[in-house]
């Protein structure tokens, strides 16, 4: 099973920041990574698939980068709606499909 | 509307079953992977069981083996789990999730509440 580790867990920032979120892979998973935003009391919204293409209706300000075991994403001006948990996920070897713990995007 | 409505949530008792249902519209069910993944209170993302577009291939985390059967019916546009063997550590929202090729989990539904205790 392939282990998913982001960090930090939690980061404070502004509106107008850049937010730089990080998911490290066990082993390689290619460019095989999504990341997904929750908020509280709803489901999960997929932002980015195959590491660094934007799903449908995303906003610019969202990217994603990188491949291997070592991914990020970037939130380019945080709005007050980006506040939200983040949770990537890869989709390389499974079953199972795994996800990482997940990093809570807080308001400084 | 592209939708997913899952529905069977509930409490009930450790070693009792459950069945959820989730209904889907707005788009071909049947062209699609659907899954199940579920969040403990509090906690992160664990993906449960998927099931191919006919219904042939099953997958499921090792976790829930031998107790949660994922099944399907393209003619009803639904997608179901039967948990049987309940365990307090199942005690999660459970989301219904269309899978799109190439991309990932694409469409959630609103998630159904499963709480297991005595």
């Known amino acids: 099973e392939i282990v998913l580790t982001q960090s930090p867990a939690a980061l404070s920032l502004s509106p107008g920041e850049r937010a730089t979120l990080s998911c490290r892979a066990s082993q390689s998973v290619g460019n095989y990574l999504a990341w997904y935003q929750q908020k509280p009391g709803q489901a999960p919204r997929l932002l980015i698939y195959d590491a660094s293409n934007r799903a449908t209706g995303i906003p610019a300000r969202f990217s994603g980068s990188g491949s291997g075991t070592d991914f990020t994403l970037t939130i380019s001006s945080l709005e007050p709606d980006d506040f939200a948990v983040y949770y990537c996920?890869?989709?390389?070897?499974?079953?199972?499909?795994?996800f990482g713990q997940g990093t809570k995007l807080e308001i400084k | 509307e592209v939708q997913l409505v899952e529905s069977g949530g509930g409490l009930v008792q450790p070693g009792r079953s459950l069945r959820l249902s989730c209904a889907a519209s707005?788009?071909?069910?049947?062209?699609?992977?659907m899954s199940w993944i579920r969040q403990a209170p509090g906690k992160g993302l664990e993906w449960v069981a998927n099931s191919n577009q006919g219904g042939g291939g099953k997958f499921y985390v090792d976790s829930v083996k031998g107790r949660f059967t994922i099944s399907r019916d393209n003619a009803k546009d639904s997608l179901f789990l039967q948990m049987d063997s309940l365990r307090a550590e199942d005690t999660a929202i459970y989301y219904c999730?269309?899978?799109?090729f190439g991309w990932g989990f694409d469409l959630w539904g609103q998630g159904t509440l499963v709480a297991v205790s005595s």
């Open positions: 707005g788009f071909t069910f049947s062209d699609y992977y």
């Open positions: 999730v269309r899978e799109r």
């Open positions: 996920q890869q989709r390389s070897n499974w079953p199972p499909y795994t």
